[in-house]
């Protein structure tokens, strides 16, 4: 994991955690806003941008590597993370082993509840379509999905194009099959957790679940929006309700 880091060292720290088949240049609004008062962080996920040499294992591995640069860069404890997607479940993972990591915690599009199928269907699919990933128009698509702007359409191919067929299966295995671990509910972070109203139902009952297992949690369903779309499209919204949050 690369840990890209902007803004004053003594300041409050804020760490940025990205989606599948992004990286860090997919914050970069929400980072020019808070680096004037914040140290922010933004780790490159295994497998992702350029990480994309490093295969990616699982989203517990993340977590600990996550865990490991925040205590020995940052003295245990940073003011907040915030992860998006598969972001938010290493988010999630790293509040369940360690849950006096961070004061706040923006949990946006976390998939918490296994997805059946996932493992007999993703490493058949792979094998048959990995070289559809290295297409340009394949790329225009997913990037559709992802809710790339234009102007970053570029980066994102570039950096398509560097994550190994291994690591999309790591991925999409650990995405799919992760669940909520019980220990979460140690956590003493506040905690904001953010679902589009247009996302699919799975993604809306685990943000309903994490509301109902984290006690004193506020949950934000955003009408008309669907997977990632706050923080991806609308940041000046998502940076609205993250200051909200860090008056509680």
Not at 192 to 219: D, Q, R
Request: charged share 20%; aromatic share 10%.
């Amino acid at each position: 994991m690369i840990f890209k880091e902007i803004g004053d060292k003594n300041y409050p720290t804020i760490i940025f955690l990205h989606g599948g088949g992004l990286s860090d240049w997919s914050w970069k609004v929400i980072v020019d806003k808070f680096s004037d008062n914040y140290n922010v962080v933004t780790p490159i996920i295994d497998g992702h941008g350029e990480n994309g040499n490093e295969e990616f294992i699982s989203i517990e591995d993340s977590a600990s590597k996550l865990i490991n640069y925040i205590e020995k860069e940052k003295g245990g404890k940073v003011f907040a993370i915030g992860g998006l997607s598969i972001g938010a479940q290493i988010l999630c993972e790293v509040l369940a082993q360690r849950p006096n990591i961070t004061q706040y915690a923006i949990v946006e599009s976390g998939l918490v509840i296994p997805l059946k199928g996932t493992t007999a269907l993703t490493v058949p699919t792979y094998q048959l379509c990995y070289g559809l990933v290295k297409k340009r128009w394949f790329a225009k698509m997913q990037a559709q999905t992802l809710y790339v702007p234009d102007k970053l359409f570029e980066t994102y191919y570039q950096d398509s194009l560097k994550i190994s067929k291994q690591s999309l299966i790591n991925i999409t295995l650990s995405n799919g099959n992760y669940s909520l671990k019980n220990s979460i509910t140690n956590t003493t972070a506040k905690i904001l957790i953010i679902v589009g109203g247009k996302e699919i139902s799975v993604m809306k009952k685990s943000a309903t679940l994490l509301h109902n297992t984290l006690n004193g949690s506020s949950l934000y369903i955003v009408p008309k929006m669907k997977h990632g779309e706050l923080s991806l499209v609308y940041p000046n919204q998502y940076i609205e309700k993250l200051e909200e949050l860090f008056t509680l």
